[in-house]
Protein backbone atom coordinates (compact mmCIF):
# COMPACT_ATOMS: atom_id res chain seq x y z
CA UNK A 1 0.00 0.00 0.00
CA UNK A 2 1.28 3.35 -0.70
CA UNK A 3 -0.22 5.87 1.87
CA UNK A 4 -1.08 9.26 -0.40
CA UNK A 5 -2.81 6.58 -2.71
CA UNK A 6 -6.39 7.07 -3.24
CA UNK A 7 -7.20 3.38 -4.80
CA UNK A 8 -5.67 2.07 -1.31
CA UNK A 9 -7.13 3.36 0.99
CA UNK A 10 -10.53 2.09 -1.36
CA UNK A 11 -9.09 -1.29 -1.52
CA UNK A 12 -8.64 -1.13 2.36
CA UNK A 13 -11.86 0.50 3.02
CA UNK A 14 -10.47 3.15 4.53
CA UNK A 15 -12.56 4.98 2.26
CA UNK A 16 -16.04 3.58 1.25
CA UNK A 17 -16.73 2.94 -1.96
CA UNK A 18 -19.87 0.52 -4.30
CA UNK A 19 -17.92 -2.64 -4.48
CA UNK A 20 -19.33 -4.58 -7.41
CA UNK A 21 -16.32 -7.17 -7.36
CA UNK A 22 -13.44 -8.27 -5.21
CA UNK A 23 -10.98 -11.05 -4.94
CA UNK A 24 -7.60 -11.69 -3.64
CA UNK A 25 -5.86 -9.58 -6.73
CA UNK A 26 -8.10 -7.30 -8.17
CA UNK A 27 -10.94 -5.08 -6.87
CA UNK A 28 -13.71 -3.31 -8.58
CA UNK A 29 -15.99 -0.59 -7.57
CA UNK A 30 -18.37 1.83 -9.43
CA UNK A 31 -16.56 5.55 -10.12
CA UNK A 32 -18.53 8.18 -8.32
CA UNK A 33 -17.79 10.57 -10.82
CA UNK A 34 -19.07 8.13 -13.76
CA UNK A 35 -19.30 9.02 -17.45
CA UNK A 36 -22.24 6.35 -18.10
CA UNK A 37 -24.65 4.45 -15.86
CA UNK A 38 -22.53 1.38 -14.59
CA UNK A 39 -19.06 3.30 -15.37
CA UNK A 40 -16.63 0.87 -12.96
CA UNK A 41 -13.47 0.91 -12.15
CA UNK A 42 -11.17 -2.26 -12.12
CA UNK A 43 -7.78 -2.06 -10.24
CA UNK A 44 -5.28 -4.27 -8.79
CA UNK A 45 -4.88 -5.06 -5.36
CA UNK A 46 -1.73 -4.24 -4.96
CA UNK A 47 -0.30 -0.81 -5.94
CA UNK A 48 1.53 -0.90 -9.32
CA UNK A 49 2.33 2.57 -11.06
CA UNK A 50 0.42 1.99 -14.64
CA UNK A 51 0.07 -1.10 -17.35
CA UNK A 52 3.77 -1.45 -17.78
CA UNK A 53 4.75 -1.91 -14.55
CA UNK A 54 1.95 -4.68 -13.61
CA UNK A 55 3.02 -7.90 -14.55
CA UNK A 56 0.82 -10.11 -17.17
CA UNK A 57 -0.63 -12.71 -15.23
CA UNK A 58 -2.51 -9.66 -12.89
CA UNK A 59 -3.80 -8.06 -16.42
CA UNK A 60 -5.06 -11.35 -17.43
CA UNK A 61 -7.47 -12.01 -14.39
CA UNK A 62 -8.39 -8.28 -15.00
CA UNK A 63 -9.47 -8.90 -18.03
CA UNK A 64 -11.01 -12.34 -17.09
CA UNK A 65 -12.74 -10.54 -14.43
CA UNK A 66 -14.16 -7.86 -16.98
CA UNK A 67 -15.26 -10.10 -19.66
CA UNK A 68 -17.36 -11.90 -16.57
CA UNK A 69 -18.56 -8.39 -15.66
CA UNK A 70 -19.83 -7.56 -19.14
CA UNK A 71 -21.74 -9.89 -19.78
CA UNK A 72 -23.46 -8.98 -16.35
CA UNK A 73 -23.85 -5.52 -17.45
CA UNK A 74 -25.49 -6.51 -20.71
CA UNK A 75 -28.15 -8.88 -18.53
CA UNK A 76 -28.65 -6.05 -15.50
CA UNK A 77 -28.27 -2.60 -16.99
CA UNK A 78 -28.92 -3.46 -20.57
CA UNK A 79 -25.79 -2.05 -21.87
CA UNK A 80 -25.26 -2.41 -25.86
CA UNK A 81 -21.28 -1.53 -25.88
CA UNK A 82 -18.13 -0.86 -23.73
CA UNK A 83 -15.31 1.17 -23.38
CA UNK A 84 -12.55 0.16 -22.08
CA UNK A 85 -9.31 2.47 -21.14
CA UNK A 86 -6.27 3.16 -18.97
CA UNK A 87 -3.50 5.94 -19.37
CA UNK A 88 0.28 6.26 -18.56
CA UNK A 89 1.36 9.15 -17.76
CA UNK A 90 0.01 12.16 -19.19
CA UNK A 91 -3.78 12.24 -18.31
CA UNK A 92 -3.31 9.45 -15.56
CA UNK A 93 -4.77 11.61 -12.19
CA UNK A 94 -4.29 7.96 -9.72
CA UNK A 95 -1.13 6.83 -10.14
CA UNK A 96 -2.23 3.23 -9.37
CA UNK A 97 -3.00 1.20 -12.55
CA UNK A 98 -6.90 1.12 -13.16
CA UNK A 99 -8.65 0.18 -16.08
CA UNK A 100 -11.92 2.40 -16.90
CA UNK A 101 -14.32 -0.44 -17.71
CA UNK A 102 -17.61 1.92 -19.13
CA UNK A 103 -20.59 0.42 -20.39
CA UNK A 104 -21.84 2.04 -23.10
CA UNK A 105 -25.76 2.72 -24.14
CA UNK A 106 -27.65 3.86 -27.63
CA UNK A 107 -27.65 7.71 -27.85
CA UNK A 108 -25.25 8.26 -24.76
CA UNK A 109 -23.55 11.11 -26.32
CA UNK A 110 -20.13 9.78 -25.12
CA UNK A 111 -17.89 11.27 -27.31
CA UNK A 112 -14.21 10.67 -28.34
CA UNK A 113 -13.28 13.54 -30.48
CA UNK A 114 -9.62 15.27 -30.68
CA UNK A 115 -8.00 18.73 -32.36
CA UNK A 116 -8.31 17.31 -36.27
CA UNK A 117 -6.12 20.69 -36.84
CA UNK A 118 -3.09 19.40 -34.71
CA UNK A 119 -3.10 15.75 -36.16
CA UNK A 120 -0.33 14.28 -38.82
CA UNK A 121 -1.60 12.33 -42.04
CA UNK A 122 -1.70 8.54 -40.84
CA UNK A 123 1.05 8.13 -43.77
CA UNK A 124 3.70 10.59 -41.60
CA UNK A 125 2.65 8.05 -38.80
CA UNK A 126 3.28 5.39 -40.08
CA UNK A 127 6.55 6.59 -41.55
CA UNK A 128 7.30 7.56 -38.20
CA UNK A 129 6.32 4.27 -36.21
CA UNK A 130 8.65 2.22 -38.69
CA UNK A 131 11.60 3.81 -39.59
Known sequence: MHDNCLFCKIINK?????????D??????????????GDTLV????????????PAY???????????????????????GLTISTNKDYG????HFHIHFIPRY????VKHSSNK??????????EMLTK
Open 14 to 22: EIPSEIIYE
Open 58 to 80: VITHMNKVMKKLYKVYQEKLNCQ
Open 92 to 95: QEIK
Open 106 to 109: ENDE
Open 43 to 54: IPKKHYLDLFET
Open 117 to 126: DILKDIKEIK
Open 24 to 37: EIVFVFLDINPTTN
